[in-house]
């Protein structure tokens, strides 16, 4: 295998800006994010915070002159100290704690990795989530190896027409503007294997992102060896139907493998994160049994070494594809090489399904995986419900699925000022002036947005009202920045618009709301939400107090969790599995207000946000809705916009209000304790990986309905 990596030409006295620049571990160090900064700091904004396109954008003659710059070269020096002393520090935590698997590789699949808004391969919270897992992997020291797709179109770029309507387009991805690497084969070829696929040959490259200590490959189609119809497998992220979704997955699970056989991996224990990775199980059994292992033991072997994490909470939300899609797709001869086919496709059947011509993803990950979980308490217990079928209905409480709440990386989404203040115990006053701050900051990225948007895009005056550029630092400002899918209710809020006008515009305790989020490229649903909330803020009533930031991204998901002085989260119960960006915003002392679902179940303590409590279990949607809405107003005006605005004095923005900045605390300190990824993967190390290395199925239980 040979990789291309090729950079700028830098002077040799700095030539390791570039070792850094295409290691993402960057994203979490504070020192090496200066040290770029401090190389052209225009730049170093425009590019939003990308060390690749800095480095290529910057100039030959800045760089000689950093070369010889006094006040850089000591701060170049010093994090050339600091990674290498890191890189040669003792062992760590994985390596003292399980010393015997320190150098045994953990495959980790995902359909998408969030890791920097330079590489658009996500689309939500499950990219973020598998993200944040390989930094805090690497910095645990867990031998994992991250396997997914490369979209070379990425997800797809948003814009809103005149009407609010979303419009989708996408923009092919400039390779030599990321960290990216390619690999190729010893003979310089661009591939390393092949699939088979609609009866031809699908030959399969991939490509190299250092995640610190991680390596995460993702599979490409898009080579010229391959057939037309196969190349843009790979160029964007869950776009086309259903058999356009199968044969993304085929080439995740089935490539995936062969991806890593073809690099020499040899993984002893395998996760998929979500059933669009099944096809990797499967996979494993196939080559199994070609090996002359019978059907039984091969699936014994496959569960003993795999972990599966489902973040899917409603029976409808699995993929399915019929038996015919998956013969026409790998035709036949996939399937005449071994003896055991309709025990293979038999492994997706799920009891509910009428006929036996359905794999269900999520099912065949479950019946090949011996440690399956959930991603909070609530969804645990949801999984159990819906999955207890495959157990001949057992009762739920007896289903073997457990759950590992999710947690988020905290030197990512914590900012670096709220990090000096931990020393310090969050001083209350010094908390509300970074609180301020980052206020600021965001209400400056909003500008900077749309004054581009306004050049580029937006016809009249009123898409900058809507985009924020009216909005003050001063009013208690709301934040809601997600998916657009009908069951988070980004809309909740306006169903009284009186109500809502009456909270915005009061003259001595204002708010403001902004929103952002994408709605998938084929949910109406979701897009007639966000229609909805766009209409809002282009009504000259609430005097510019309700803005939307289109085309939501990392970057942006940043400045928001950092900048608002409120976080909502609305979702019907039980319809989020977990939720991740609460925990961001609190990890900034940003308190969240949301219903009893997810992980908010478990975070929320009294005193670090605010809980809505659960409708009957009987109501109907309409009713839940009216139920919520009544109780968020209520908790709105009677305790919310109360203590934000009780002050010291008259009330002036500079005065803290105590008890707001006591919660702000809280909040820090319950997210920063219990939701971080460092002790979501601690939990995976120990209670899914560590066991899968051993080969332990002590206890196994597997599902009994096939």
């Excluded at 401090?38 to 690749?52: G, Q």
């Excluded at 020291?141 to 309507?165: E, I, K, N, R, S």
């Excluded at 509300?432 to 749309?450: F, G, N, P, Q, S």
């Excluded at 039980?574 to 969240?592: D, H, I, R, Y």
Aim: glycine share 10%; proline share 6%.
């Amino acid at each position: 295998m040979t990789v291309d990596a090729r950079g700028p030409g830098l002077p040799a006295r700095i030539g390791r800006l570039w070792e850094f620049a295409t290691n993402l571990s960057w994203t979490w160090n504070r020192e090496a994010r200066s040290v770029f900064r401090a190389i052209d700091p225009p730049l170093w904004r425009r590019s939003l915070n990308n060390p690749v396109a800095l480095l290529r954008g910057v100039g030959d003659a800045r760089l000689r002159a950093l070369a010889g710059d006094p006040a850089f070269l000591p701060r170049y020096d010093a994090l050339c100290a600091a990674v290498d002393a890191a890189a040669s520090r003792g062992s760590t935590w994985f390596q003292r704690r399980y010393p015997e698997f320190a150098a045994t590789p953990i495959a980790y699949f995902c359909a998408e990795f969030a890791l920097h808004e330079s590489i658009p391969i996500y689309s939500g919270g499950l990219g973020v989530l598998a993200g944040d897992h390989l930094k805090a992997a690497s910095e645990l020291g867990v031998p994992l190896v991250g396997l997914g797709l490369m979209y070379a179109h990425g997800y797809f770029d948003q814009t809103l027409g005149p009407d609010g309507w979303q419009e989708d387009a996408d923009d092919p991805l400039d390779t030599r503007l990321t960290p990216l690497e390619r690999l190729c084969g010893a003979d310089g070829v661009p591939w390393l294997t092949w699939i088979q696929g609609a009866g031809r040959r699908i030959h399969v490259g991939a490509w190299r992102v250092r995640v610190g200590r991680v390596p995460l490959y993702l599979l490409d189609t898009d080579l010229d060896e391959n057939d037309p119809a196969d190349r843009g497998l790979s160029h964007q992220l869950y776009a086309g139907g259903v058999d356009h979704r199968l044969r993304q997955e085929a080439l995740l699970g089935v490539g995936g493998v062969r991806v890593l056989a073809a690099l020499g991996v040899e993984p002893r224990a395998w996760h998929a994160n979500e059933g669009h990775a099944a096809f990797m199980m499967v996979e494993r059994v196939r080559g199994l049994i070609r090996e002359g292992l019978p059907f039984p033991d091969a699936v014994a072997r496959v569960r003993a070494s795999t972990a599966f994490t489902t973040h899917t909470p409603v029976p409808a939300g699995h993929d399915v594809f019929s038996h015919s899609q998956m013969r026409d797709w790998t035709g036949e001869k996939f399937w005449e090489e071994i003896e055991a086919r309709d025990e293979l496709l038999g492994l997706g059947l799920h009891p509910d399904d009428e006929g036996r011509d359905r794999f269900n993803m999520t099912a065949a990950a479950i019946r090949l995986s011996r440690r399956v979980n959930g991603v909070s308490a609530r969804h645990g217990h949801v999984s159990r419900e819906i999955w207890r079928g495959l157990w001949a209905n057992r009762p739920a409480g007896d289903v073997p699925i457990r759950h590992v709440t999710n947690g988020v990386h905290l030197g990512t989404w914590m900012h670096e000022d709220i990090v000096r203040l931990l020393d310090d115990h969050l001083p209350a006053e010094a908390l509300w002036r970074v609180r301020r701050r980052l206020k600021l900051r965001l209400l400056d990225l909003m500008r900077e947005e749309a004054r581009g948007r306004w050049r580029e895009h937006w016809p009249e005056a009123k898409h900058l009202v809507g985009a924020g550029t009216l909005m003050s630092p001063y009013p208690l400002t709301i934040g809601f920045a997600r998916r657009f899918a009908a069951y988070k209710r980004a809309d909740l809020i306006f169903r009284d618009r009186d109500r809502l006008l009456a909270l915005l515009s009061d003259p001595r305790r204002p708010v403001q709301l902004i929103f952002a989020g994408k709605a998938h490229p084929r949910d109406d649903e979701g897009k007639r939400v966000l229609q909805r909330v766009y209409e809002h803020t282009r009504d000259p009533r609430f005097e510019g107090r309700i803005a939307f930031i289109e085309n939501y991204g990392l970057h942006t998901a940043h400045r928001l969790v950092e900048g608002v002085d409120l976080w909502l989260n609305l979702p019907r119960v039980p319809l989020e599995a977990s939720g991740t960006s609460g925990m961001k915003a609190a990890l900034n002392g940003v308190p969240q207000l949301a219903t009893n679902d997810g992980w908010w179940e478990e975070g929320f303590e009294g005193d670090n946000g605010w809980i809505l409590p659960r409708a009957p279990e009987d109501a109907t949607e309409e009713e839940t809705d009216r139920h919520d809405h009544e109780h968020l107003f209520r908790l709105l005006e009677d305790e919310v916009v109360p203590l934000f605005y009780d002050r010291p004095g008259e009330g002036s923005w500079d005065d803290a209000p105590a008890g707001w900045i006591e919660r702000a605390r809280r909040a820090i300190e319950v997210a920063g304790a219990r939701f971080t990824a460092q002790r979501m993967v601690r939990e995976y190390a120990r209670d899914y990986y560590v066991p899968a290395l051993r080969g332990l199925s002590d206890g196994d239980d597997p599902p009994t309905h096939m």
